[in-house]
Every structure is written in C-alpha cells, then in structure tokens.
C-alpha cells in the first residue's frame, strides 16, 4: 500500500534553531518527492520537488534531502523565524497522482 | 496576481441541504482537483480535472460531484451533505513543469460544517 509517514507530528523550537523534518514513504513507483508548506488556514505552498536522481534541494533556509534507496527524505530548517511556525507537509508521486503525508506542525517560539 | 480562489471560506450547512463549493483559477491550467483535508489523514483527492468537460474520480469520490464547463472553474457539489462530509476542501490547480511535474497551487480552502 502506498504510504507516507511523517515523524514528528509536532515539533516545538525557539527562534534561531535549526530544525530536521523526517519523511518515510512506500510509494512504489516513485516518480517525485515534494515538500509543501501549509499556514493555518491557508492552502499547501509548494517548497521543493526533487526526483529519483536528485539527493538535496535548497529553497533559502530550507533544505531538502532524498535518499531513494531508503526510500526517506527530511526537511532541514535553518535558523528558523516565527513565520516558520506552519505545517509541513511531505507528498510522494507515483507519476500519476500525489500521495500526502499527515504533516508535522512545528511552532517556532520567540 | 495568479491564484486560485474558493467560495464560501466557511459554510455550517445542515444534512440534506444541496450546496455548491467554487473554484476558479486565473492561471489558464487545465489540470484542476478537489481535495478534503481531515485531522489525522492527509490530504485526500476528491475528484480532478484534466481539461474541460474531462473529470475523474480520485480517492474518495462519493458523495460528491463536479463539472468542468470552464477552464477556469471547477465547483465542487454535495447534492444531500451528511456529517462525515465535515471538513476542510481545498482546490488546486496545476500546469505541467518543464522538468514534466504537475506543479500545484491551492486555493485558501474552505471549511465546511455540516450538522
């Protein structure tokens, strides 16, 4: 079954850290993997895409990393700011549809 | 600006009560989708859209309708809602990357409470 598991479900930090977002999936076949961003009470914004071949992405602070062969991936914040505080969201392509993880919420605290 | 817009943000409708949910994108995407998004569970397709007068089911379909007469919208309609249709919906549009992605873009959502 075609599964994405996100750890944490929600991560506390204080402004200025840096945090690591993990990503576990199944999908089979894999075609992309996405990381998105979700405010409260907006929609997803899309942070990175990445395919089999690619093993890192940057988009400013954050980081993306892939690792096929695990079949992981982690979201890496650096210095992190108040406007960090969201939902991330990892989505895993087969090719033809998209496959959303649960998210983890992170706060960042001043 | 480019963006996907939906109406209502928030609806508290009771069972049975046939209601109608817009989208409209000012992207010229022909690629637009429905999702519901539920504590716990990601992100569900409802239906998509890949052009106009072309829909299919995703996920978790019933209960559910839509049309494409427009490029441009794509409303998603509850024709009897029942309570475990309480959620929030998103609409995406989408356009084909140059890398051969469908890159999404969601709309603000709207949160819908039936009871």
């Known amino acids: 079954k075609n599964q994405v598991e996100q750890s944490p479900q929600s991560l506390i930090i204080l402004e200025g850290k840096n945090c690591t977002l993990q990503c576990n999936y199944t999908v089979s076949p894999f075609s992309n993997l996405r990381w998105y961003k979700q405010d409260t009470g907006r929609g997803p914004v899309s942070l990175t895409i990445?395919?089999?071949?690619?093993n890192t992405k940057s988009n400013g602070r954050y980081t993306a990393t892939l690792d096929a062969d695990t079949k992981q991936s982690s979201l890496h914040i650096t210095a992190s700011q108040l406007s960090d505080s969201a939902s991330y969201i990892c989505?895993?392509?087969?090719?033809?549809?998209?496959?959303f993880g649960t998210g983890t919420r992170l706060q960042v605290f001043p | 600006e480019a963006q996907v817009t939906q109406n209502p943000r928030y609806l508290i409708t009771v069972t049975g009560k046939k209601l109608t949910v817009t989208c409209s994108q000012n992207?010229?995407?022909?690629?637009m989708s429905w999702y519901r998004q539920d504590p716990g569970l990601g992100l569900r397709q409802i239906y998509y859209s890949m052009n106009v007068e072309a829909t299919d089911k995703g996920d978790v379909p019933e209960g559910y309708k839509v049309s494409r007469k427009e490029k441009r919208n794509f409303p998603l309609i509850l024709e009897s809602p029942s309570p475990n249709q309480t959620s929030l919906y998103f609409c995406?549009?989408?356009?084909?990357?140059?890398?051969?992605?469908?890159?999404?873009?969601f709309g603000p959502g709207t949160r819908l409470t039936v009871t």
């Open positions: 990445m395919t089999f071949s690619e």
């Open positions: 989505v895993v392509s087969p090719g033809d549809k998209l496959i």
């Open positions: 995406a549009s989408s356009f084909i990357h140059s890398t051969g992605f469908y890159e999404q873009y």
């Open positions: 992207m010229n995407h022909e690629y």
